[in-house]
T-cell receptor, first 114, second 118 residues
Framework: SQQGEEDPQALSIQEGENATMNCSYKTSINNLQWYRQNSGRGLVHLILIRSNEREKHSGRLRVTLDTSKKSSSLLITASRAADTASYFCATVGDYGGSQGNLIFGKGTKLSVKP | ETGVTQTPRHLVMGMTNKKSLKCEQHLGHNAMYWYKQSAKKPLELMFVYSLEERVENNSVPSRFSPECPNSSHLFLHLHTLQPEDSALYLC?????????????????FGPGTRLTVL
């Protein structure tokens, strides 16, 4: 089964620095999504990138997608303490027009120190 | 707030108890989901109701029983659970459509129910 695998598993940085998280997956996708989860809470959708897109921006977030390498990266620029959370990538498979369910990775736990 | 509410937020139960988790969405969506999030494991999809069709994951034990009485409400009935079932249970909803294929749509998550089985 396809599954997003994020790395690193944990990342600790200082406020103001950039944070980069990577995600790899195994099979063809329709789109890839990034979610954020504060400790023990629900997931919040951050950004979706389609298989025919290479880069997407949303505020301080930049997502890239390389379908040849089956990988994606999430860059958070000028990080803030409030960005401390777990970040998950999730893929949606493409089945000839139908889309599969979200398949999540294990996540990267980001800690931003003030 | 995402428009998806879950109750209770915390639940402690014994292995012989029967309890139910409730999810309600206020977004006018037509698909709802149950996920299980355990420590150190990826978020796992348990059940999907989409366009009034139930899609069941065959690996979910029968001690978990979903119920979707209408497009706005989703329940997860629990009975004779095991301690390893302790986890965060997340509900989500989306606007699914048939457009040359079944497209589930962007999912919005509730805050989750933290379940502890003693």
């Amino acid at each position: 089964s396809q599954q997003g695998e994020e790395d690193p598993q944990a990342l600790s940085i200082q406020e103001g620095e950039n944070a980069t998280m990577n995600c790899s997956y195994k099979t063809s996708i329709n789109n890839l999504q990034w979610y954020r989860q504060n400790s023990g809470r629900g997931l919040v959708h951050l950004i979706l990138i389609r298989s025919n897109e290479r880069e997407k921006h949303s505020g301080r977030l930049r997502v890239t997608l390389d379908t040849s390498k089956k990988s994606s990266s999430l860059l958070i620029t000028a990080s803030r303490a409030a960005d401390t959370a777990s970040y998950f990538c999730a893929t949606v498979g493409d089945y000839g027009g139908s889309q599969g369910n979200l398949i999540f990775g294990k996540g990267t736990k980001l800690s931003v120190k003030p | 707030e995402t428009g998806v509410t879950q109750t209770p937020r915390h639940l402690v139960m014994g292995m012989t108890n029967k309890k139910s988790l409730k999810c309600e969405q206020h977004l006018g969506h037509n698909a709802m989901y149950w996920y299980k999030q355990s420590a150190k494991k990826p978020l796992e999809l348990m059940f999907v109701y989409s366009l009034e069709e139930r899609v069941e994951n065959n690996s979910v034990p029968s001690r978990f029983s979903p119920e979707c009485p209408n497009s706005s409400h989703l329940f997860l009935h629990l009975h004779t659970l095991q301690p390893e079932d302790s986890a965060l249970y997340l509900c989500a909803s989306s606007q699914a459509r048939l457009a040359g294929g079944h497209v589930l749509g962007l999912q919005f998550f509730g805050p989750g129910t933290r379940l502890t089985v003693l």
